[in-house]
């Protein structure tokens, strides 16, 4: 078996790799299983290893690049966050309730990458229902930050941070609900991008906050993200939020010169509560940004301190509704020690969900309840155009925002886990995002103390290339992407 | 709502019925704590003005969209009773829904 250096590995470099016959997709394959298995003891990241898949899958990619019809992602081995269905493999969303549920049908996602022949290497851990900011909540597995195992990887996309971070797959893709992707991929050092709401099939993600949910990728570097984004986004018609629109060219409008490119610094993500370590690493990279030629200026979003508010309003009242599926008779956990129909449902859920998902579901139950509606819910959703509008209108002046991705760094496990208001905290700079429905990415910008820091840009609807060009810019200008921790 | 939200007891057994989720007294004691508090910190909402504001459910424009009624080819019955807890042939069993 050829070996490759798996640590520094892009897709980009992958595919040179595979094209010229250096190595093949199976060998690729077999280095990174060889590779979970080392590994996966001290960090966690999958919830399901899918070897015999990951294969098959091989031998198809590489008798397709023989065939010399392979696309970008032909046998480039990868992860799904375990809330996006791939059919015949189970999708636990690292719940009790889903811990034996196989679907029967693919993501939209799933299918374009099965379409190509990438390589599913498994499933990733995240917080139960993607709802959490440290993974913690999985009630299957306890993911580790490949930079210090004593500290959590972020969520609720930790698994598939975690396995980019510590090279135990190539790429992976996450959800982002209010910062899924961005934040542990700032706490684990790589690349987290969520794109325009709309621009990806949420066909096959399982629903937890369907006005915010959207699937994006997480890489070891900008150019790999532009490239899964390519793959995955587009006009699904089994999405009836699926935005129908041109797919620009990411991968070739990357370059490296920012000459008068306008990137916009919001002081309101400057607050009381963002770690020194974290805003001098932010304030660097905004200076070398500056010196690849940018014009840079301050701007404001004053209603910026509400979208932490206004997110769990909203978030909590559509999970209540989304969650309400789980009864035990269709499918996923099922307590069947009940007297009746109702005690059955009523001792499925308590059983079969987290303390989590519980409070949310319940929060958001009482925020959609008569009487409480109007002071609640509607009222989270004016305030959500405001802050549209707001981003809306700073957009005519700038190309992107650039700002911190999390106030900290990656902190210890059990640090936070029993007060849930201190845990929201850490998506407060993420959540502006979801709520508006624009792109962000994070990328690698610093370590404090041994652990990363991410720098976050956001841009306008649709503004992909814009967020790719800055966030390329400043990558290619610095090595923290090529920071590695040691596994 | 200026005042801090001090959610009671029955409050929180009358939302863990209408969510279907069975709760203790200790469980109920410890939600009742948490929403308080998490209510408390969205009352922050209450200083913005939306008189006139419409209010934004998804983040796109999005238009209905129709299609031609056509057949398509969709899950088996076998298929879509795969992760069925209870089944008896192509039903799914519950509990008795009358008694």
Known sequence: ?487 | MSELTDLSIEEIRQISVLTRIAMTEDELDVMRTQMSNILDSVAILNEVDTEGVEPTGHSVNIKSVMREDKRQDSLTQDETLLNAPQRDGSFIRIKAVLE
């Not at chain 1, 707001?390 to 902190?411: G, Q, Y």
């Not at chain 1, 103390?449 to 841009?459: E, I, K, R, T, Y």
């Open chain 1, 1 to 487: 078996m050829k070996s490759v250096n798996l640590e520094t590995i892009t897709i980009a470099e992958a595919r040179r790799l595979l094209d010229n016959k250096e190595v093949s997709a199976l060998e690729l394959t077999k280095n990174y299983l060889e590779r979970i298995k080392t590994f996966e003891k001290n960090i966690d990241a999958y919830v399901t290893v899918t070897e015999d898949r990951a294969l098959e899958d091989a031998n198809l990619a590489d008798k397709r690049i023989g065939e010399g019809t392979q696309t970008n992602l032909t046998g480039i081995p990868m992860q799904l966050k375990d809330n996006i269905c791939y059919s015949g493999i189970p999708t636990t969303c690292s719940s009790k309730m889903l811990e034996n549920f196989v679907p029967p049908y693919d993501a939209s996602i799933s299918t374009y990458l099965k379409n190509e022949n990438s390589v599913l290497l498994g499933k990733g851990n995240l917080d139960e229902f993607a709802m959490g900011s440290s993974t913690e909540n999985s009630a299957l597995k306890l993911t580790k930050n490949p930079w210090d195992t004593s500290r959590v990887p972020g969520g609720s996309s930790g698994g598939p941070a975690a396995a980019v971070a510590a090279s135990e797959c190539v790429f992976s893709l996450g959800s982002d609900t209010g910062g899924s992707i961005r934040q542990p991929a700032s706490l684990c050092g790589v690349v987290g991008m969520k794109p325009t709401y709309g621009l990806v099939s949420r066909f096959g993600l399982v629903a937890f906050a369907s006005s915010l949910d959207q699937i994006g990728p997480l890489t070891k570097s900008v150019e790999d993200s532009a490239l899964v984004l390519q793959s995955i986004a587009g006009y699904d018609s089994r999405d009836s939020t699926s935005l129908d629109v041109k797919i620009p060219d990411y991968v070739s409008n990357l370059t490296t010169d920012l000459k008068g490119f306008r990137i916009g610094i919001p002081k309101e993500y400057f607050i009381e509560g963002i770690s020194s370590g974290v805003e001098k690493s932010i304030l660097d990279a905004i200076e070398v940004l500056k010196g690849l030629g940018a014009d840079v200026k301050e701007v404001s979003l004053p209603h910026t301190k509400y979208a932490l508010a206004v997110y769990y309003i909203i978030a909590p009242s559509e999970a209540s509704a989304n969650l309400a599926r789980y009864d035990g008779v269709k499918y996923g956990f099922s307590e069947k020690n009940a007297e009746t129909m109702w005690a059955g449902f009523e001792n499925t859920r308590s059983n079969g969900l987290g303390p989590e998902v519980k409070r949310r579901i319940m929060l958001g139950a009482y925020a959609l309840s008569a009487g409480y509606y109007d002071a609640y819910y509607l009222k989270a959703q004016k305030v959500r155009t405001l802050i549209r509008q707001e981003f809306e209108d700073v957009f005519k002046n700038v190309d992107v925002l650039a700002m911190p991705t999390s106030p900290t760094t990656a902190f210890k496990i059990g640090d936070k886990i029993d007060d849930p208001l201190q845990m929201y905290l850490n998506d407060i700079f993420t959540i502006p995002a979801n709520i508006a429905g624009i792109p962000g990415i994070s990328i690698p910008a610093g370590l404090v103390d041994g652990l990363p820091v991410g720098l976050q840009f956001m841009a306008g609807t649709l503004q992909e290339t814009n967020l790719f060009k800055a966030a390329y810019a400043y990558e290619q200008a610095t090595d923290w992407h090529n920071q590695t921790p040691s596994v």
